[in-house]
């Protein structure tokens, strides 16, 4: 039941858009773009907004009455045909789980239809260049490092950064931002 709750960004997911925007600022190339991407009601067009105001580029709601009750599995083939419908992506981030699921599988399932590689629980990104990047992920007792080819998805932890509050600016940019919205017939 959706009425009458608010809205909100998942909390985990703040941290892989201030990831993406990080690395868009790190690797100072005007042609990256940072694209959100949702799937859900109608009413997360604010929560994509909400994304713009912090740096995103552009976002993209997924929003169809064939997409409701999605498990992990139909969410991960969903995002997949949108991310291969907007193409030549060199990085997903996703946060670690979503807070309603609870499950953590969105990510590998994802990179698993895209047929990319996937590194979970990031802590850090210690290096990155046009086509690859090293990671840090925490494990239970331990950290591991992989490098690994771009493209591939990794889903992040709170470690990795601390979002940054919308500016006056990108409240802005927000406000007057055109939010497409991706129905099942458009992803085929």
Sequence with gaps: IREGIENIINPFDCYAI????????????????????????????????????????????LSDKAFAGADTWATATT???????????????????????????????????MGIPFVGYVSNILEMDQNKMKVKRLME???????????????VIKDINVPRVPSLRGKLKAKNAEIPVWGAEMLG
């Excluded at 309603?100 to 990179?111: I, K």
């Design 141 to 155: 007792d331990r950290y591991e490092t992989f490098e690994i080819n771009l493209p591939s998805a990794i889903s």
């Design 79 to 113: 995002l997949a045909r949108a991310i291969n419908k907007i193409g030549d992506c060199s990085l997903v981030l996703l946060g670690k789980q979503t807070l309603d699921g609870d499950t953590g599988q969105v990510g590998p399932e994802l990179a698993q239809k």
């Design 18 to 61: 201030e990831e993406a925007v990080r690395i868009k600022e790190r690797l100072g190339d005007p042609d990256i773009e940072v694209i959100a991407i949702t799937m859900g009601p109608s009413q997360a067009i604010e929560i994509l907004k909400e994304a713009i105001s912090v740096g995103v580029d552009k976002a993209v709601l």
